[in-house]
């Protein structure tokens, strides 16, 4: 019990020193509902309530001149939140920010624009020409759980080298390392620049290898990236595979992306993402984009997708307003998604919203539901 009277005590003594104010955040939901399919009907009563205590935490460092340690934590999250109204929930902590991000740190020794890491271990794994359905080639190697980086680190380029064990002194029975190089080069700062790697299991029974590069190019609206990935796993063929994409802003409400990607063993993929937003029509946002995979494959039949999103808002007095809306998604299944409904914001704190969504308008009627919510 003194214990306990203790802890309490030392953490009203930190939220006195630290705490902000506590943030209050609470909605209600009433949803009625029908499934059009078996004509089934009902309510659903939902809410989310939450009391936050955020601590004002700054970021720390140490550091100094000459051959020195450097070590930042940096991007810290710390706060006690509760759920008032279930009365028997335990008081929780959230050490992550608005992004899921938790705070980092990072630790070195430093001698100028030279370094040796000591803590986060860099990783030898490499993925820079990302799928846009399925095939990628991943660089995944086993000697990769803890290591070092020892670089040259100035404005233009940084190079490292990584230096990594399958495990510590007590899982590292066979002493497997890999080892890779990294580095990264800027040409013309905010428009050219090179990213490429190396890494190779050395001492690892498998001896994977493999490289990487994405040549990121940023000009005129247009930002343009071409990526590969080369990868020999366990003395198998290398495999390979590069992407393209290039994005363009047409206007600053207006922009069009259009990525392309090989697999090396016949498998092209492409889409085409196109959103406008208030440019041309105030207050209209419309979006759609085109999918097409496997294009090349003998084996495996070709497929494809494509979606149209578009919402209006008629904005009324105030911040009041109606908003329509429709989400529509086909694929070469003939499989059709629909959403459409209609928001309205009408009166102080509450939303109303009528929607009707089926996932297979060949054979599923779809749920219809209208939603009323409050908050604050």
Aim: glycine letters at 10%; proline letters at 3%; charged letters at 15%.
């Amino acid at each position: 019990m003194k214990k306990a009277i203790v802890l309490l005590l030392a953490l009203m003594a930190a939220v006195g020193a630290f705490a902000q104010t506590p943030v209050v955040s609470a909605d209600a939901t009433l949803t009625w509902g029908m499934d059009l399919n078996t004509n089934a009907t009902g309510f659903l009563n939902e809410y989310s309530a939450d009391v936050t205590i955020p601590f004002a935490v700054e970021d720390a460092e140490a550091t100094g001149e000459g051959v020195h340690g450097y070590i930042a934590l940096t991007g810290i999250t710390f706060e006690l939140f509760d759920d008032p109204v279930a009365g028997a929930s335990g008081l929780g902590f959230n050490d992550d920010d608005a992004y899921a991000t938790p705070a980092s740190l990072e630790a070195k020794i430093v001698s100028g624009p030279l370094y040796a890491m000591v803590y986060s271990q860099s990783s030898l794994d490499f993925d820079a020409a990302g799928e846009l359905l399925d095939g990628a080639v991943a660089g995944v190697f086993h000697a990769n759980t803890y290591g070092t980086q020892i670089g040259y680190d100035s404005e233009m380029y940084d190079v490292g080298l990584i230096i990594n064990s399958k495990g510590d002194w007590t899982t590292n029975v066979d002493n497997e390392y890999g080892m890779g190089i990294v580095a990264s080069l800027t040409f013309v700062p905010d428009t050219l620049a090179l990213d490429a790697g190396f890494s190779y299991d050395l001492t690892d029974v498998t001896k994977d290898m493999g490289f990487w590069l994405s040549v990121p190019v940023t000009v005129a609206g247009f930002a343009i990236t071409p990526a590969a990935d080369f990868y020999i796993a366990d003395g198998a063929d290398m495999a390979f595979d590069a992407r393209l994409d290039l994005g363009y802003d047409i206007t600053d409400a207006t922009n069009v992306a259009v990525a392309v990607y090989y697999g090396g063993d016949e498998d092209l993929e492409m889409s085409i993402d196109f959103y406008e937003d208030g440019g041309l029509v105030e207050n209209l946002y419309f979006g759609f984009g085109f999918g097409y995979y496997n294009a090349m494959e003998t084996v495996v039949a070709a497929t494809w997708d494509a979606y149209a999103d578009l919402t209006y808002t008629i904005a009324m007095d105030g911040d009041y307003y109606v908003m329509p809306y429709a989400y529509f998604n086909i694929d070469s299944t003939d499989l059709v998604t629909l959403d459409v409904g209609v928001e309205a914001f009408l009166i102080p704190n509450t939303t109303f919203t009528l929607d009707w969504i089926t996932t297979d308008i060949a054979n599923d009627k779809g749920i219809l539901t209208f939603a009323t919510n409050v908050s604050l």
